[in-house]
């Protein structure tokens, strides 16, 4: 009940084009969801985020589309570039009270943008 | 402000031997977190810490792993005796604490450990 599943495994984009990447859940506490990017040999980056209580937010050329009845969520990149070439992570996560609480990740996205 | 510092980079040890990876914080960041990255696999939470105590370690395997985050000095991540299967790359994050709030975690550039 505590996985993020994540399609697909990798994924080819031309230049211009939108890359969608794909994640569901189980767990109905989830009530935070952050997409991370991750480049080779480095740390995950926070891309953006999104909470149940809205469908969609936008940040420049990226957005997270959030369906809370289906339990999906989705990473839109728009205007893909070959500088977005990199591994992007899908997570959840609970907010508590006080404090914070563990990130749930699925098992990423490698995502190449060709010229 | 800094980020999210880890040392070293690159750990190699041999079998039976003990690792010792470290972390410290951003500025103001009373929270740690540890992830383990096998290869081509996702992040595996392992265990949260707040200054001289443990939150949450229930994805610490039981045995050969501890982690401390002590009052003064950065966290620790230690594995004894380690194994082949310890080979990964182990991330700290670290976020401020809060009420009621998602506060982000921030990563720090990872320990790669290879076990020979």
């Known amino acids: 009940q505590q996985q993020v599943k994540q399609s697909p495994q990798s994924l080819i984009v031309q230049k211009g084009g939108i890359s969608i990447i794909n994640c569901a859940y189980e767990?109905?506490?989830?009530?935070?969801f952050p997409w991370y990017q991750q480049f080779p040999g480095k740390g995950p980056a926070l891309l953006i985020a999104?909470?149940?209580?809205?469908s969609e937010k936008k940040e420049g050329r990226f957005t997270i589309s959030f369906n809370k009845s289906a339990k999906q969520f989705s990473l839109h990149i728009m205007d893909s570039q070959p500088g977005d070439s990199a591994t992007y992570f899908c997570?959840?996560?609970?907010?508590?009270?006080?404090?914070?609480?563990?990130?749930?990740f699925g098992t990423g996205t490698r995502l190449t943008i060709i010229p | 402000n800094a980020g999210v510092m880890q040392n070293p980079r690159h750990l190699v040890r041999r079998r039976g031997q003990e690792a010792r990876l470290r972390c410290s914080p951003m500025k103001g960041h009373s929270h740690v977190y540890w992830y383990r990255q096998l290869p081509e696999e996702g992040l595996k939470f392992m265990v949260y810490l707040q200054k001289e105590n443990i939150i949450d370690e229930s994805g610490m395997p039981k045995e050969r792993f501890s982690a401390e985050f002590p009052k003064e000095g950065p966290s620790i991540l230690r594995i004894q005796q380690v194994v082949r299967g310890d080979s990964a790359a182990y991330f700290c994050?670290?976020?401020?604490?809060?009420?009621?709030?998602?506060?982000?975690?921030?990563f720090g550039p990872g320990t790669r450990l290879t076990v020979l």
């Open positions: 767990n109905t506490a989830f009530d935070y």
């Open positions: 994050a670290s976020s401020p604490p809060s009420l009621r709030l998602y506060n982000e975690q921030f």
């Open positions: 999104i909470r149940p209580d809205v």
């Open positions: 997570a959840a996560s609970i907010v508590p009270f006080f404090g914070n609480e563990k990130l749930t």
